[in-house]
């Protein structure tokens, strides 16, 4: 299904102060295809993920999604296939009730009310929020806030799922559950994240992204075991991959 | 008051327009409708007029009952804000110092009239307003102006703000805590630091804004936020606006107490 491709073919951007974010980005990601980016902060996450639903236009290389080329005039397009979860749900979560929050994208998309009706409850119900479809978001927990925030984007039903910290400053029942909800989306996957443990449970491959170029790209359980190229990167071995020694001897 | 018990105020009269009463449920432009009288309806009383506004007060009574909000908060708003209305009418009883007989033998200035005027009208006023705010989830008394054919901008613009009102108090409250952990006594907490700290706050809202923006934009935003709420209104409402308009309108142009009065000294007499 050619449709769900991600294709990124030397991506350059430069800000408009000089900054150069992105070298030279090439990479291929096919349908249902579940992909983490790690890297240091300031490597270039965001900028790549911003590049992938047009926030951002490439300075010079091509993004294409399905058959379609990234332009200003394709960027609708684009936004429909992609959907993006932006880091702080204080800031994808804009409308005054749940509800309309969920629907805003679809009745961008111009569908009918029922639709738009249906589809929210089917993305609420999805990440287990229905109840929540009345409140205001200013009332909702973190791990809450997260999960409508995802809600926003699944009721676009976009080919392509990006995601940027799904999981930061969550505490580790509701982080767990995010991570049982990403694992339930046959959709492309696309996670940016700190969280290797997160990246090891969700995604399949894993690129490593250092000063605006991708230093590896690989199957996920490769990568993050490799403690060599992840301490080049600031990053250390998933917590799961780390022996406990000193925890060990104190209960003995 | 402190910043954080201002906070905890709005907070706790959001949280009650969320309720589930008879009030709650009106709808948005009944609520806002018969609001609107009532206020007219109370300030076009004359300046001297006292007695004649004591029913009035049966409205902000039976609505706070029936919404199930509790009196000693709406009472105590009122009276935190009561110092405006304090200084608008403090001087008229030196100002007018004609005199009025209230009772038989009882005399006092005009101006001590009119004052208490200004206050119990404030009170009516403000009162209502802070009911219907209490009763009414602030999205809905935006659907109700948006119907009522306040623009469209102007709505989503209010929207923005109270969804955003919370998260910037409580960004302020953390740079302030932050401040107040790291000033000991007097320094740190002066003019040019607080200069500082706003300023902060306004570079953090503009970032702010642009994420939010983007998250718009990824989301197929072209301009204009849609809504497909579609309130109608029911017989409940209308028999609302009309049952509180009846009211205002009789105790606006009869003289409800002294007609009460008048029929007591009949029995009597």
């Given at each position: 299904m050619s449709h769900h491709l991600l294709e990124f073919k030397d991506v350059r951007f430069r800000y408009?102060?000089?900054?150069?974010?992105?070298?030279g980005i090439t990479f291929l990601i096919t349908h249902g295809e579940s992909v983490g980016i790690v890297g240091a902060n300031g490597a270039g996450k965001s900028t790549l993920l911003l590049h992938m639903n047009g926030y951002l236009l490439p300075t010079s290389g091509f993004v294409t999604v399905g058959e379609v080329p990234l332009r200003k005039e394709t960027r609708p397009e684009i936004r429909r296939k992609v959907g993006v979860v932006f880091q702080n749900p204080d800031d994808q979560l804009f409308m005054p009730t749940v509800f309309d929050d969920v629907a805003f994208g679809p009745l961008n998309l111009g569908l009918p009310p029922d639709r738009v009706r249906e589809r929210v409850h089917e993305a609420l119900r999805r990440v287990n929020a229905l109840a929540l479809v009345d409140k205001p978001p200013h009332h909702l927990s973190g791990g809450q806030k997260s999960a409508v925030a995802i809600a926003t984007v699944i009721s676009m039903e976009p080919d392509i799922l990006v995601m940027d910290?799904?999981?930061?400053?969550?505490?580790p029942k509701s982080r767990r559950s995010v991570i049982g909800l990403l694992n339930s989306f046959a959709h492309s996957k696309i996670v940016a994240s700190h969280d290797l443990d997160l990246i090891l449970d969700v995604c399949a491959r894993c690129l490593v992204i250092r000063d605006g170029a991708i230093v590896a790209d690989g199957p996920a359980p490769e990568i993050l075991s490799d403690a060599t190229l992840l301490a080049e990167n600031n990053l250390e071995l998933p917590l799961t991959l780390q022996g406990r020694p000193a925890l060990e001897g104190a209960r003995r | 008051m402190s910043f954080e018990t201002a906070y905890s105020g709005i907070g706790r009269l959001d949280r009650l327009s969320y309720r589930d009463t008879v009030v709650h449920r009106l709808d948005p432009r009944a609520k806002v409708a018969a609001t609107s009288l009532f206020v007219v309806a109370v300030v076009s009383?004359?300046?001297?007029?006292v007695l004649s506004l004591l029913p009035f007060f049966l409205f902000p009574v039976l609505i706070g009952a029936l919404g199930d909000i509790p009196a000693g908060f709406i009472v105590k708003k009122v009276v935190a804000v009561s110092p405006f209305a304090v200084f608008v009418g403090i001087f008229n009883p030196l100002f007018d110092p004609g005199v009025v007989t209230i009772a038989p033998g009882v005399a006092v200035s005009a101006g001590w009239i009119s004052f208490a005027s200004i206050l119990v009208k404030f009170a009516l006023t403000i009162g209502a307003a802070l009911l219907l705010i209490a009763t009414t989830s602030f999205p809905g008394i935006c659907r109700g102006l948006r119907r009522l054919g306040l623009p469209a901008l102007f709505v989503s613009q209010l929207l923005f703000l109270y969804r955003y009102l919370f998260v910037l108090i409580e960004e302020a409250m953390r740079v302030v805590r932050a401040r107040d952990m790291r000033?000991?006594?007097?320094?740190?907490?002066g003019v040019r630091v607080f200069i500082r700290v706003v300023g902060t706050l306004f570079l953090r809202t503009v970032e702010r804004a642009e994420r939010i923006y983007g998250a718009m934009l990824a989301r197929g935003f072209r301009g204009e936020v849609p809504s497909m709420r579609r309130e109608t209104l029911r017989p409940s409402d209308a028999f609302f606006v009309l049952a509180a308009g009846s009211f205002f309108a009789l105790c606006r142009f009869v003289p409800v107490p002294q007609a009460i009065g008048r029929l007591v000294r009949g029995f009597t007499g």
């Open positions: 408009p102060d000089g900054t150069e974010a992105l070298k910290e799904p999981a930061a400053s969550l505490d | 009383f004359p300046r001297y007029e000033s000991f006594g007097k320094r740190g907490a």
